[in-house]
């Protein structure tokens, strides 16, 4: 191994001997091996240094502080002993995937412009793929509110930390990384790798657990200190008002007046510095003006500016929306209403609505345009969304189709792109969004379907939740429909919900059709989720994993 390594990794221990030696194998069995492995035995009093010193690698160096100096002073010891053209974070109770160091030295060797960037991460024992923001802009905006990295996922380029003298401030004894973070995103672009490349381990003696008052008082300091860069110095008062706002603490009505003056003085002091993009920062304060319980108030102003804009219908007269209906709640009946609604007074287009159920719950509004509802009684518990959406697809009368779920809403520039790679006959298969699926909680659900126009809808961004990643294909997608019935249209096999969408994108990649998605993403109203969204039983389950690997 040369004297400079391309990366370094770092990794303080303090009393993790339930963990560390899978923490450790888990770098050694990285398939990029040009790394070195610097370890900081914290003062450890079990036998955390015994099990380090067992691992014979070369490329591990073990520095050993005679005390407990605390977390971020020992990544500092290590910075500074660090060679590597990159650093990388990882936590002695954290395991890597196998491609972790790979896969972040090709993506920062690939984006010069990129300084510093997390990555995806699974709780460590969990299925689930989670995934934080990636656009720098709204990272900066999205930092005012909170950390929106996974500290032990970092990859940063050294002469970056050395120019901007960017080290961990230590007097932010549980939130240093956050406030690194902050400060980096002054100086370069910062982002998160849209894939899962650490198994993040959450447990009773975590720092995060262990110390998550201390941590919030140091993220809140950090918060306002992240005002300065736009010149501004609260008094005690305004840092109790924005801290409140931040964390959607109420803000008694009395001073709502006051609340709307800090934002507009925080709004005004952007437009001198520019630091903000504009209209991130205005959605981030919507955002967090809806969780209010004044809110009601804040969407009728909004609505008003936004009533003032005429906009002419759209023509998708060679499209049928078909909206598959089991009324399970009350919020999925009102959500159905607000997507039909959003639908006809967006585009002149067709909407087909079949409702399949026991008995019939769902009573269609009035809307102008062709809207045909139809009711077949169906006493099976669960829902069978592929049979009933082939029989929707085969008696409509439009060469396209949009197969939507009645709690799902794209921008309709988004909706009018897919359609129009339909009619080029470039695609079989398109989605209205690019993999993105933001989920609305139930009060900006609730607040949402008070609203007429759907362009509002990305103002509350900063309060929603990801799901499923950066590669979703739930919730709509359109096809052309002769094409997409003589490949079989949907997989009657599969029986229930959720793996007929893995299914229907695999097997169009399958037979190497091209797919198209739309820049931007897709929104899903909250509602409770019951029984019939499952799998009948285990067995059928089986039977769908089988037929969707015979694909």
């Given at each position: ?5 391309c990366i370094s990794v770092i990794m303080p221990v ?224 305004e840092i109790k008002l924005h801290n409140n706002l ?103 287009t067709n909407i087909s609505i079949l409702e399949v ?195």
């Open positions: 191994m040369s004297d400079s390594s303090y009393n993790a001997a339930k963990y560390v030696g899978e923490a450790i194998q888990s770098i050694l069995d990285q398939t990029f091996h040009d790394f070195e492995f610097i370890i900081i035995n914290d003062g450890s009093t079990d036998n955390s240094l015994e099990i380090v010193q067992s691992f014979r690698d070369h490329r591990i160096k073990i520095l050993n502080n005679s005390s407990n100096i605390g977390n971020y002073p020992s990544r500092n010891k290590g910075l500074r002993m660090a060679k590597g053209e990159y650093i990388c974070v990882m936590d002695s109770d954290d395991v890597a995937t196998k491609l972790r160091l790979e896969r972040q030295y090709l993506y920062m060797d690939g984006h010069h412009e990129i300084g510093m960037a997390g990555s995806g991460f699974r709780y460590y024992g969990r299925e689930q793929d989670i995934f934080r923001e990636n656009d720098y802009e709204k990272i900066k905006v999205i930092l005012l509110r909170n950390n929106c990295f996974i500290h032990p996922t970092l990859i940063i380029r050294r002469d970056y930390l050395q120019k901007f003298n960017l080290w961990y401030d230590e007097k932010y004894y549980f939130s240093a990384d956050y406030d690194l973070i902050a400060r980096a995103a002054r100086h370069f672009r910062i982002t998160n790798i849209p894939e899962v490349l650490l198994y993040y381990r959450i447990h009773e003696k975590q720092i995060t657990i262990m110390n998550r008052k201390e941590q919030m008082k140091y993220a809140d300091n950090i918060s306002i200190q992240q005002l300065g860069y736009l010149s501004i110095v609260p008094d005690l008062n931040l964390k959607g603490i109420p803000v008694k009505f009395s001073c709502r007046e006051k609340l709307y003056s800090w934002i507009n003085k925080i709004s005004s002091a952007n437009k001198k510095r520019q630091y903000y993009i504009e209209n991130k920062l205005e959605s981030l304060f919507d955002s967090l003006l809806s969780l209010q319980t004044f809110c009601k108030d804040s969407s009728k102003i909004y609505s008003q500016k936004v009533n003032n804009l005429k906009v002419d219908k759209v023509d998708l007269t060679d499209v049928t929306f078909l909206i598959r209906l089991r009324i399970d709640s009350v919020q999925r009946k009102e959500n159905a209403d607000f997507v039909i609604r959003s639908i006809s007074n967006i585009f002149n159920d026991s008995e019939q719950v769902y009573i269609p509004e009035k809307i102008q345009g062709n809207l045909q509802y139809r009711f077949i009684e169906d006493r099976n518990e669960i829902f069978h969304m592929t049979k009933w959406t082939n029989q929707m697809i085969s008696v409509a009368d439009t060469p396209y189709v949009a197969i939507w779920d009645p709690d799902t809403f794209a921008a309709p520039e988004q909706v009018v792109e897919a359609v129009e790679k339909l009619r080029s006959g470039e695609v079989v298969m398109s989605f209205p969004y690019d993999g993105r699926l933001y989920s609305y909680n139930k009060i900006i659900s609730d607040l949402i379907k008070s609203f007429t126009e759907i362009v509002l809808l990305k103002k509350y961004f900063y309060v929603m939740q990801l799901m499923n990643g950066f590669h979703n294909t739930r919730g709509s997608f359109l096809v052309d429909k002769k094409q997409y019935m003589s490949l079989g249209g949907e997989n009657e096999k599969i029986y229930g919900w959720w793996l007929e969408d893995d299914e229907r994108l695999k097997r169009m990649e399958t037979l190497n059709l091209p797919l198209f998605y739309s820049k931007g993403p897709l929104f899903s109203l909250w509602h409770p989720t019951v029984k019939n969204n499952w799998f009948a039983d285990t067995e059928v389950e089986r039977k769908n994993w089988k037929e969707f690997l015979k694909t």
